[in-house]
């Protein structure tokens, strides 16, 4: 009867460990599958709830010693809750998890050296010493993640070498597509939409879509979405450590290039803004290797020191060197007007993206058309039906008849302070900012997010700041602005604020939602 208490004590463990890895791998995904930034995820994170189910597994490795049915007991008890747990954080992440081939092939892995333990443990005979490794594995879930990744690298690095190398593939066969590269800090996104709406009023135009902007994104949509009759291909690229430009580079060739911005963006993985200059302009190398031409915002102080040497053409609003700019700029919550020069045409435009920076981000676009043969007449139309991207200065109706402008998805110190600024705008409103500050900055975080929150102090009338720990920096910078604490209210999560919010707005009421961290940053 032992035997059966200790396999089902056994079997009710591990089956617990493969729903409870779950969660972890969904952090794991979020930090790019990279074991050292799930490692730094690890070292903020709640830890409380990993210890005391480890220490419930000790209890059943214990117990099958000397009470192998309390064992069972106690197994099936806390590995039903750890299930259902489990089952809730997966299913109440903001951003769930995405069960690809890599999530599913580390399941299936975990899946079979649980397996492997069962079985070895029912042909010897050594349940006890079985129950003993599922509690070592349930104490060392997290590290159990990294495990599984581990033991599948060389699976995946080889599939990843196979699918770039059919993805190299289709280009080959496709001389005549013109390829459009694109990177930045910031401002990347919103400028391949706005590139690509422009684009197609001459052209059959494809963008990578969305966000996507890394290696295997881009192999991705060349193998399972590039059209036979597309003409121009508009490659969004991402990086997060040097070299990563280029490896998009090498796969796709452009032969075109943009840069609109370079700032402090991921100095956590980075390191330095030497290093982030040297990456974004590996496409103005891999460009210029290619004869093609360079596209520069000469209004960021880092790209117009690193343009000497390249074959370009400038866009910017400050820079009196550029060959694509604008006058007569009127910005307001309606949108944007303005004049762009390029190549002495006066092209009057009018849109409804909010923002200064949507100017530079439109400029860059007018400079590429220009030269493509576009007339003032399609830069003209197609300006004037821009939609903003989804989750980026976007206004939609919100509680109570009041205004949202969801900005969630930016996350750099120059755009949220434009964001701020749009926000300002809706004065004689009563404005209300909701955001947890940002990330990925390094040793500039503090003091970004103490900038941050002087904003806030000055373009809102109520602030609503997410996190108790993260938000200190933005605290202290909206009392350096004289904020008052009354106007200042410090929630747990967004879905916190929310109901905050309900109560705060009416008809007279403008909200802005400034970035929203994923669940690895929550704290």
Avoid at 352 to 357: A, I, R, S, V
Wanted: aromatic residues 8%; contains cysteine.
């Amino acid at each position: 009867m032992n035997a059966v208490f200790l396999s089902v004590t056994l079997g009710a463990m591990l089956v617990a460990t493969v729903f409870t890895l779950q969660p972890q791998l969904h952090m794991l995904q979020l930090n790019s599958y990279f074991n050292s930034r799930f490692i730094d995820y690890l070292k903020t994170a709640a830890s409380v709830r990993i210890v005391v189910s480890a220490l419930f597994a000790a209890l059943c490795a214990v117990l099958c010693f000397f009470a192998p049915l309390w064992a069972m007991v106690v197994a099936i008890l806390t590995s039903a809750v750890r299930v259902v747990y489990a089952i809730y954080k997966i299913r109440h992440a903001k951003k769930k998890i995405v069960y690809t081939g890599r999530v599913k092939r580390m399941i299936a892995t975990w899946f079979l050296v649980c397996a492997v333990v069962a079985l070895v443990c029912a042909l010897s005979g050594a349940l006890e010493y079985g129950i003993v490794a599922a509690a070592v594995m349930t104490a060392a879930i997290p590290w159990m993640a990294m495990l599984a990744n581990l033991l599948n690298a060389p699976l995946e690095n080889g599939m990843k070498r196979w699918y770039i190398n059919d993805a190299k593939r289709i280009l080959k066969s496709r001389p005549d597509l013109k390829i459009i590269g694109l990177t930045g800090s910031y401002g990347k996104t919103s400028t391949k939409h706005i590139l690509g709406r422009m684009l197609s009023e001459k052209y059959n135009v494809m963008i990578t879509p969305g966000g996507v902007n890394t290696t295997l994104g881009v192999v991705r949509t060349i193998r399972e979405q590039l059209r036979p009759d597309a003409q121009i291909f508009v490659v969004e690229m991402g990086a997060k450590k040097t070299g990563d430009i280029r490896e998009i580079c090498e796969l796709v060739h452009p032969d075109t290039g943009i840069i609109t911005s370079i700032g402090p963006q991921h100095l956590n993985t980075f390191g330095s803004i030497e290093n982030i200059i040297h990456t974004k302009f590996e496409l103005a190398d891999e460009v210029q290797n290619n004869g093609g031409m360079l596209y520069l915002n000469l209004d960021n102080p880092y790209i117009a020191a690193q343009a000497d040497g390249y074959t370009y053409k400038g866009y910017g609003v400050e820079n009196p060197d550029c060959a694509v700019s604008a006058k007569d700029i009127s910005v307001s919550r309606h949108g944007l007007s303005f004049t762009a020069v390029a190549g002495g045409r006066e092209i009057p435009i009018s849109t409804k993206l909010l923002g200064m920076h949507n100017v530079l981000n439109i400029l860059a676009a007018v400079a590429v058309c220009s030269d493509l043969g576009l007339s003032d007449t399609d830069i003209r139309y197609a300006a004037n039906r821009l939609t903003p991207v989804e989750h980026r200065l976007q206004m939609k109706p919100f509680y109570n008849g009041a205004i949202l402008i969801d900005d969630a998805y930016n996350a750099n110190p120059a755009g949220s302070l434009e964001a701020l600024r749009v926000l300002g705008s809706f004065a004689p409103m009563k404005r209300i900012v909701v955001t947890p500050g940002l990330v990925e900055l390094g040793v500039r975080e503090t003091d970004c997010n103490r900038a941050l929150g002087e904003a806030c102090a000055e373009y809102a009338d109520q602030i609503i700041f997410v996190g108790q720990e993260r938000s200190k920096p933005l605290l202290e910078g909206a009392q350096n602005k004289g904020c008052d604490l009354s106007k200042i209210q410090v929630v747990k999560t967004f879905s916190d604020a929310a109901v905050l919010l309900r109560t705060m707005c009416d008809q007279n009421t403008a909200v802005l939602f400034e970035n929203d961290l994923p669940d690895n940053y929550e704290r």
